[in-house]
T-cell receptor
Framework: DTGVSQDPRHKITKRGQNVTFRCDPI?????LYWYRQTLGQGPEFLTYFQNEAQLEKSRLLSDRFSAERPKGSFSTLEIQRTEQGDSAMYLCASRLTGSSGNTIYFGEGSWLTVV | QQQVKQSPQSLIVQKGGISIINCAYE??????FPWYQQFPGKGPALLIAIRPDVSEKKEGRFTISFNKSAKQFSLHIMDSQPGDSATYFC??????????FGTGTSLTVIP
């Protein structure tokens, strides 16, 4: 499977715990995005990377959220001191800049439930 | 604020009918308008996309109509099938920038 891979697919955690999600983009894709999606809503932008550089962060990304892409390949999204409002699906997407079209390709998402 | 407004929120169509979903945007810097299809528990998958230099793009049963002056675009699904039942999202992006998504349309195609 050469698509965007996310892990874990599902995570249930207690309020106040830290969680980390991993995303492996499509090979050679230099841009990587994180989105959050709640039921009945469209994906909301969180942040994106160009190689290892984090170029933009949404106001949705509070100081409890941190994302990294240390070697310009896989990325991690960590949520510290989780709150019930963090319950959502966290989507990772990637694309290759300079290629024809602007298409971004999504992974299957990581579902987070905070109890 | 919502950068891309999508309607309707839900749509029920008979098998063989035409499904039409509409989106509107304000930012004239947007230059790429994709539609994504999402099944329950899955990530969104690209369906079809258009740039503002064309007014229509067709791929199989799926057509995007684009009205640059009105800043609107729509997805038409011809000969709708039960397998098309999913949530559809329109989106828009500026060059090299993030994607802004609509709130989604839940389509149900009745056999």
């Amino acid at each position: 499977d050469t698509g965007v891979s996310q892990d874990p697919r599902h995570k249930i955690t207690k309020r106040g715990q830290n969680v980390t999600f991993r995303c492996d983009p499509i090979s050679e894709h230099n841009r990587l995005y994180w989105y959050r999606q709640t039921l009945g809503q469209g994906p909301e932008f969180l942040t994106y990377f160009q190689n290892e550089a984090q170029l933009e962060k949404s106001r949705l990304l509070s100081d409890r959220f941190s994302a990294e892409r240390p070697k310009g390949s896989f990325s991690t999204l960590e949520i510290q001191r989780t709150e019930q409002g963090d319950s959502a699906m966290y989507l990772c997407a990637s694309r290759l800049t300079g290629s024809s079209g602007n298409t971004i390709y999504f992974g299957e998402g990581s579902w987070l439930t905070v109890v | 604020q919502q950068q891309v407004k999508q309607s309707p929120q839900s749509l029920i169509v008979q098998k063989g009918g035409i499904s039409i979903i509409n989106c509107a945007y304000e930012n004239t810097a947007f230059d790429y308008f994709p539609w994504y299809q999402q099944f329950p528990g899955k990530g969104p998958a690209l369906l079809i996309a258009i740039r503002p230099d064309v007014s229509e793009k067709k791929e199989g049963r799926f057509t995007i109509s684009f009205n640059k002056s009105a800043k609107q675009f729509s997805l038409h699904i011809m000969d709708s099938q039960p397998g098309d039942s999913a949530t559809y999202f329109c989106a828009a992006s500026k060059p090299g920038n993030q994607f802004y998504f609509g709130t989604g349309t839940s389509l149900t195609v009745i056999p």
